[in-house]
């Protein structure tokens, strides 16, 4: 009984597993078409997102199962209760990688408002914090998921640098432009979205090894 109940909870990391990993993909897809004016690859991004969706689904009915069947205590419970929360912040991610590839379809047509720098540097920091935070479910790894929610700031900064240009340097300077600027600074929040999807499933997976609350919380950190 005990060997069956160990291979469905490895069946449902995978699924999670399976599931983040076109999570990333999406987002990696999506800013690349934009920045190469790729209009079939954002298409590509949106289409792809029914297969994230499927993925939560199922993760969704065996994580129910597995608590209405197996009735699992202390750590196990932990594991399935953070895979649900896991399961709702990836689709989240997947949404928003969907929201990015539609904004570069409205830009595709247009001229290029600015070097794109900040944008793909930040799109790389939410992609690996997402990737980390994974990793930190997978190998239950404290230390990796408090890294990951250490880098918020910086994602955080780059939002704001990126907000404060377009802003001042491009919105006010010339009224013609907003179209476009808003739009980079709505591709520029739904990265730092990404991000603060990663550090919630980091401090779920905090949670989830020592039942530590550091969601709120941010000086159990320390600890």
């Not at 699992?72 to 594991?79: C, E, G, I, K, T």
């Not at 992609?127 to 930190?136: H, P, R, S, T």
């Amino acid at each position: 009984m005990q060997r069956h109940f160990d291979d469905e909870l490895q069946k449902l990391k995978n699924n999670l597993l399976s599931m983040a990993a076109l999570a990333e993909t999406a987002i990696h897809n999506a800013v690349r078409s934009l920045e190469k004016k790729d209009r079939n690859m954002a298409e590509e991004v949106i289409k792809n997102d029914a297969h994230i969706d499927n993925f939560e689904n199922i993760i969704e009915a065996a994580c129910v199962s597995l608590l209405a069947l197996r009735q699992p205590m202390a750590q196990d419970l932990r594991f399935i209760t953070t895979a649900m929360k896991m399961n709702m912040e990836i689709e989240a991610i997947g949404d928003l990688a969907v929201n990015i590839a539609q904004r570069s379809l409205s830009l595709v047509d247009k001229p290029m408002l600015k070097p794109l720098i900040d944008i793909p540097k930040l799109s790389v920091i939410a992609q690996k914090m997402v990737k980390d935070a994974i990793d930190a479910f997978v190998n239950k790894d404290e230390a990796l998921a408090k890294n990951v929610i250490l880098q918020d700031p910086q994602a955080n900064a780059i939002r704001t640098s990126v907000y404060n240009e377009l802003i001042y340097d491009h919105i006010a300077k010339d009224g013609t432009c907003a179209d476009r600027a808003i739009a980079l600074m709505l591709i520029t929040r739904d990265l730092e979205r990404i991000a603060d999807r990663a550090v919630s499933i980091s401090e779920d997976v905090i949670y989830m090894i020592g039942a530590k609350i550091v969601k709120h919380h941010p000086e159990n950190l320390e600890q």
